[in-house]
């Protein structure tokens, strides 16, 4: 069994950052398919970053060249580095895992889910 335990929501103003951190318990987590979702009130879960157990990373359209998705296998730990935020990026993040390779990163890809941390951006 896996948890994760995400950390480092707020509240922030537009052109602002955030550093989202998920702390994941297991042995093989270097090994782990990671990533962060996002749902807002009213809307489905979405994908946001993907980190695969290689160290390679997808991300979605919506936030590509303001987020970056880390990982440091020593502490266990996902980061989600998300800079000029902007209204529409509030919402309920995710953290995620499985042990498989995820080819396609959707919320039935992923076994292993945190309990969410909030980030509300002001215009």
């Known amino acids: 069994q896996v948890q994760l335990v995400e950390s480092g929501g707020g509240l922030v103003q537009a052109g602002g950052s955030l550093r989202l951190s998920c702390a994941a318990s297991?042995?093989?987590?270097?090994?782990?398919?990671m990533a962060w979702f996002r749902q807002a009130p009213g809307k489905e879960r979405e994908f946001v970053a993907q980190?695969?157990?290689?160290?390679?990373?997808t991300y979605a359209d919506s936030v590509k060249g303001r987020f970056t998705i880390s990982r440091d296998n020593a502490k266990n730990t996902v980061y989600l580095q998300m800079n000029s935020l902007k209204p529409e990026d509030t919402a309920v993040y995710y953290c995620?895992?499985?042990?498989?390779?995820?080819?396609?990163?959707?919320?039935?890809?992923?076994?292993?889910w945190g309990q969410g941390t909030q980030v509300t951006v002001s215009s």
């Open positions: 297991g042995r093989t987590f270097s090994s782990y398919d």
């Open positions: 980190i695969r157990g290689s160290g390679g990373s």
């Open positions: 995620a895992a499985d042990r498989a390779i995820v080819v396609f990163p959707t919320p039935k890809s992923y076994s292993y």
